[in-house]
């Protein structure tokens, strides 16, 4: 079966530094994605990864390790507005995409 | 408006109801998609459209039906509603289904009684 894992929760500090992981297991792989989901809002796109290798756009970096199944997402000078969930999705063979369950960021000042 | 938009936002049916929920987008984007989100799962894909009056099932198609008869509206019924139905929907919209992002609605929250 196709799998994503991510954890459910974490919690950062204002200004600091947060690394969100994601592992997949999926039939075939044409990119992943990271998306946020404020609380009663639609997710938005953050980033998209299909080599190997860091993306970097401002505060927010994502990173794709093929070989491990492995992608991260990291969020540098954290602000209140980041508490959110962060949601990892891949694009499969039949480029249909699998949804991980989101891991919901909890900033505290 | 510009975008994609969902309505009703909120709605509340009965068991065995009919319900249509509706989605508009403005940007001539190719394909559309239906998702549901419950808590603890990742968003799961009910059926998506490739062109008008091409659509096809996802992951969890089963009570629900689509139709695409113009490019910029993708209604999603559910025949005879079930408390297993209720859920967040969110539909969405890309111009392909390769590298490109997909831009959501707001949702709607459907409560079956």
């Known amino acids: 079966g196709q799998n994503i894992d991510q954890p459910t929760e974490m919690t950062a500090t204002e200004g600091a530094i947060v690394q969100i992981n994601c592992t997949y297991q999926?039939?075939?792989?044409?990119?992943l994605f990271w998306y946020q989901q404020h609380a009663g809002e639609a997710p938005t796109f953050l980033s998209y990864?299909?080599l190997d290798g860091l993306e970097e756009k401002g505060r927010f970096s994502s990173f794709l390790s093929r070989s491990k199944g492995y992608s991260y997402l990291l969020l540098k000078e954290l602000q209140m507005k980041d508490s959110a969930s962060y949601l990892c999705?891949?694009?499969?063979?039949?480029?249909?995409?699998?949804w991980g369950a989101g891991t919901k960021l909890i900033i505290k000042p | 408006d510009a975008g994609i938009t969902q309505s009703p936002r909120y709605k509340i049916t009965e068991t065995g109801r009919q319900v249509t929920l509706m989605c508009h987008q403005t940007?001539?984007?190719?394909?559309m998609f239906w998702y549901r989100q419950d808590l603890g799962h990742g968003l799961r894909l009910i059926y998506y459209?490739?062109?008008?009056?091409?659509?096809d099932k996802g992951e969890v198609p089963d009570g629900y039906v689509v139709s695409r008869s113009k490019t910029e509206n993708f209604p999603l019924t559910l025949e005879s509603a079930t408390r297993s139905q209720t859920s967040v929907y969110f539909c969405?919209?890309?111009?392909?289904?390769?590298?490109?992002?997909?831009?959501f609605g707001p949702g709607t929250r459907l409560t079956v009684l």
């Open positions: 969405a919209s890309s111009e392909g289904r390769e590298a490109n992002e997909q831009f």
């Open positions: 940007w001539s984007h190719s394909y």
């Open positions: 459209s490739a062109a008008a009056d091409i659509t």
């Open positions: 999705a891949v694009l499969d063979s039949n480029y249909q995409l699998i």
């Open positions: 999926t039939s075939g792989f044409n990119g």
């Open positions: 990864n299909v």
